[in-house]
């Protein structure tokens, strides 16, 4: 698939056909993610994928901060990766100090580039995907084995589509997001 494509075609998924997602598939996905840049290559990102139903469906029930829009999400989905950040390395002086007045951030930062290309490449091998933020980390580290060394930056719940995606939900205009400067 095009990159120009996959970036234009790629939409938020949250129907999903009841088929598994083979862990080959899943491991292709993360092979073309870790090629993400990040803060001096430190690669910090983790995908803890939750395919068993217990778990997920604890995760949906108890750690959703009562949204339960995503809760909905969650219990539809095969699989729920629960993406984390190693802590302490990203942003971080190998004294470790803070390198910049972002702090600890850039492993937010890095994370989020990563998941997006995460998406994309999910969306290239057939995969729809939605990120979640809205979630209660205290409350997954109960469900789900989630290292101490890392935090819990977004959820991404994934599966084959159900139906076609819809038209793409409206996008600012280029003359409002860009500004060259003379
Ligand atoms: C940081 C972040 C958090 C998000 N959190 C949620 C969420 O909690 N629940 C949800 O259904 N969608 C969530 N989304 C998906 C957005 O709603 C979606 O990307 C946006 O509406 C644009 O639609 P599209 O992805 O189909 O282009 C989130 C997306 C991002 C990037």
Redesign the pocket.
């Known amino acids: 698939m095009e990159l120009e494509q996959a970036i234009r075609e ?3 998924v ?1 129907k999903y056909e009841q088929r598994e997602i083979p862990q080959a598939v899943l491991e292709e996905i993360v092979e073309l993610a870790r090629f993400s840049p990040s803060w001096k290559n430190t690669q910090v990102p983790r995908y803890h994928v939750v395919t068993n139903g217990e778990m997920k469906q604890a995760v949906a029930d108890h750690c959703v901060l009562g ?1 339960a ?2 809760a909905k ?1 969650i219990s539809r989905c095969p699989v729920l990766a629960v993406v984390t950040a190693v802590k302490g390395l990203s942003g971080y002086e190998p004294d470790g100090s803070f390198s910049t007045t972002q702090e600890d951030r850039w492993e937010i930062f890095d994370t ?1 580039v990563a998941v997006q290309t995460f998406c994309l490449a999910a969306h290239a091998k057939g995969v729809g995907t ?5 979630f209660d980390e205290e409350k997954i580290r109960q469900y789900v084995p989630i290292p101490q060394e890392e935090r819990v930056v ?1 959820l991404v719940a994934m599966g084959y589509p159900l139906e076609a995606p819809k038209a ?2 409206p996008r600012k205009e280029v003359a409002e997001l860009l500004t060259v400067l003379p």
């Open positions: 790629r939409r938020s949250r949204f829009f995503n999400t989020g939605v990120i979640l933020g809205v977004c793409a939900p």
